[in-house]
């Protein structure tokens, strides 16, 4: 199963989300999730339920290298969001 990598989505649809925040680069080293250009990556937010329960964010992003900034980025896939709990539903 691929790992989810933390990232928060808080940049806009569109626009590139870097991957050097403390938690994202946290779950890529833990992971060993070796990125490359054009790989599409499943990532995770915190989030809660309409009852304040712990119900994560999902989605999946295409991750980019900007050679100038030298970093990664993902374009994150805004049709792809859903909550975790959507998913365990959907399980059974």
Known sequence: MTPRIFLHPGMG????HYLDRVGTV?????SGLALHEGMIVSFYDY????????????????VHYDAAG??????VD?????????EAGSAS
């Not at 649809?13 to 590139?16: F, I, L, S, V, Y």
């Not at 946290?26 to 833990?30: E, G, I």
């Not at 989030?47 to 295409?62: I, N, P, V």
């Open 13 to 16: 649809e569109g626009q590139p």
């Open 47 to 62: 989030d809660a339920s309409d009852k304040s329960a712990d119900d994560k964010l999902l989605f999946e992003g295409t």
């Open 78 to 86: 805004w049709a792809s969001f859903r909550h975790e709990s959507d």
């Open 26 to 30: 946290d779950d890529l080293a833990h």
């Open 70 to 75: 030298q970093k990664w980025y993902a374009l």
